[in-house]
């Protein structure tokens, strides 16, 4: 770290002077490196710690590490500390990307990839600051790692190097796990890129950068030996038959995923693999939101497509990972086993069940979208994670209505608008149309999810908006129904251990919809959306007469300012957060509904 420091302190003295003077430290640096391993990294695998070297790595990317590592540093300044280091990062990319794209260190497999990991962490640290003008830059620069891709030429990655025959020399395995490590190092780098695009697209309401569908990228190799930590170990791995995974492009495995016997005829994925995917529907979902409900697009993935696909990850991936999960009606009905689950899983994976059900929740309900509309209407309400949202949502007022709201009148917000608690709460919002039940199954889940969130998950980069877009589907129920409690039916309280998704989604064992003629238009008109919606409360909600398990959404909302406030409080954004959820359940607190 002594020559890293050095590499550091030269850098700023010549670009920042308060960072010079701000008194960090070699051990500093230590601290949030450390930390960004312990924490991050796990989270996040796309740099591979056994083989990292300091001394190897271009200032601006170990500057990243350090400053997403400072996050979870518990000193005094840490957080400001690590933003100056971001800032200082971000400076020597902006004014030396053209020699930094041609660098190439010792162990990568071609020229800019460590500058396209710098673009990476450099985004997931803005994406997730409190700093407005920090936080905007994520959106700015959006998609620009992509491009720095293809012009390094990192897309033509090599084939995943097989395991050496044995006996391997030391010295020979060690270089066979170099290779292979460097090869899917390179393959994670841009492969990172399409997973923030998928979440940067989700919090700003935007399209995505990146056409995900045509992502000629090849699958992520096993997470379990990407993380070995010696070779010996990571050829043991290497030779489990959970770790034979196929090596294809994305686009072949999005044909899979989208088919509907994909359930029959599965793919073994990694976890990297199925979060790249995830977002990949997500960013179908943006695609959506931005055509607008029920409008023709050429080209376009239908919503129903969508949910097929969702619903084959679910079945394949998830499903019996979420059974082995501890109900909220039975909470000791957890096991141990993940017998269940494909071998080269670990043994709990909350991690994707919280992005499936966010993804599910995103495209019943644009929640960044739904949240900048009231900002329209309620200027008392935090301000959005970012202000070009609010423009989107107004240019986008007449292309579509976020469901359950009117299309508000643009009003622009004055200079504070933040969240006065002295200031009487505006009229309720009014509603057209009720929001679909489906999403708040799949916010309630998410919360659920949320009491079972083991420690050591609770610092992946895509929890603060899976709190948030729950909070939002939460607040529009109370909002449209102008009711603070619902009651489920007493034989669909067990959300994560029923698996039937596909009910609450209205398709049929046979995989056709609900009301569809065979046209695959079925429930599009407002009737038969009404009516599907009528039916689909029937089965899943009880009465106030004790038929049902009841259910406080303020209690919900509360909880969620919780989680944002201490488990994922580490991450800047979670303060922001925490404001604006407050705000909404301001909103819902000037009724008194049940």
């Known amino acids: 770290m002594q020559q890293s420091y050095r590499l550091i302190e030269d850098l700023s003295k010549r670009l920042n002077a308060e960072l010079h003077n701000s008194g960090i430290t070699s051990s500093f640096l230590d601290a949030c490196l450390q930390e960004f391993f312990d924490r991050i990294s796990p989270c996040f695998p796309v740099i ?60 990568d497999a071609c020229d800019g990839v460590q500058l396209v990991l710098t ?4 985004q997931l640290f803005a994406l997730l600051s409190s700093n407005e003008s920090i936080r905007t830059t994520a959106f700015v620069w959006h998609g620009l790692g992509f491009y720095w891709a293809r012009t390094c030429g990192m897309h033509a990655v090599a084939e995943l190097p097989t395991a050496p025959p044995m006996p391997c020399p030391p010295l020979e395995l060690q270089a066979h796990w170099h290779r292979w490590t460097t090869v899917e190092t390179q393959k994670r780098a841009i492969l990172g890129h399409y997973i923030l695009d998928g979440l940067i697209s989700q919090t700003s309401g935007a399209p995505a950068s990146a ?42 495995v999005y044909f899979s995923v989208f088919a509907s016997k994909y359930p029959s005829h599965p793919l073994s994925l990694s976890d990297f693999s199925i979060f790249v995917i995830l977002e990949g529907l997500q960013s179908l979902v943006s695609d959506l939101h931005e055509i607008g409900a029920g409008k023709p697009a050429i080209g376009a993935i239908t919503e129903r497509q969508i949910i097929q696909a969702l619903l084959n990850i679910y079945k394949v991936h998830l499903r019996y990972g979420s059974g082995s999960l501890p109900s909220p009606s039975n909470p000791s009905s957890s096991s141990s086993s993940s017998s269940g689950l494909p071998p080269h899983k670990p043994d709990d994976p909350f991690q994707l069940l919280l992005r499936w059900h966010t993804v599910c929740l995103e495209l019943a309900l644009p929640t960044a979208r739904f949240y900048s509309s ?24 007449t292309n579509s209505t976020v469901p359950g709201t009117t299309t508000p009148s643009v009003n622009p917000q004055p200079p504070d608008h933040q969240d006065h608690p002295n200031q009487k709460p505006p009229s309720i919002p009014t509603t ?22 083991p420690f050591h998950q609770a610092h992946s980069p895509h929890i603060p908006a899976a709190i948030f877009a729950t909070a939002v589907t939460i607040a529009e129920w109370c909002l449209s129904h102008q009711k603070e ?26 995989g056709t919809e609900e009301g569809d003629d065979g046209g695959g238009h079925g429930g599009c008109t407002e009737r038969s959306a009404a009516a599907a919606e009528e039916a689909m409360e029937r089965r899943f909600l009880g009465d106030a007469d004790g038929s049902g398990g009841a259910v406080h959404l303020l209690q919900e909302l509360n909880f969620l300012v919780i989680c944002l406030e201490t488990v994922v409080a580490r991450w800047q954004i979670s303060g922001v957060m925490a404001e604006m959820v407050r705000g909404l359940m301001g909103l819902c607190s000037g009724f008194r509904g049940e």
Do not use: Y
Not at 119 to 122: E, F, P, Q, R, S
Not at 238 to 248: G, H, I, T, V, W
């Open 485 to 510: 409690k619902i009651f489920i039916a007493a034989d669909k309280q067990d959300f994560l251990a029923e698996q039937n998704w596909a009910e609450v989604w209205g398709i049929r064992p046979s």
């Open 374 to 397: 009231l900002c329209q209407s309620h200027p008392h309400l935090p301000r959005t994670i970012g202000d070009h949202q609010s423009k989107a949502a107004a240019s986008t007022s």
């Open 119 to 122: 673009a990476l962490l450099g």
């Open 48 to 107: 591979h710690r056994p083989t990292f070297l300091p001394r190897e790595t271009i200032p601006p990317l170990l500057l990243n590490m350090v400053a997403l590592g400072s996050l979870f540093v518990c000193l005094p300044n840490s957080a400001r500390k690590g933003e100056m280091l971001w800032r200082l990062g971000h400076s020597a990319v902006a004014t030396s990307w053209q020699t930094l794209i041609t660098h190439r260190g010792p162990r």
């Open 432 to 453: 057209t149309t009720p929001p679909p039940l489906r999403a708040l199954l799949h916010a309630l889940t998410i919360t659920h999810l949320f009491n079972r969130l």
């Open 211 to 252: 056409r995900h569908l045509i992502n000629s990228l090849r699958t992520a190799g096993s997470d379990v030996v990407f993380q070995a930590h010696t070779a010996s170990d990571w050829l043991d791995q290497l030779r489990q038959p959970a770790s034979s995974l196929p090596d294809m492009p994305f686009s072949e």
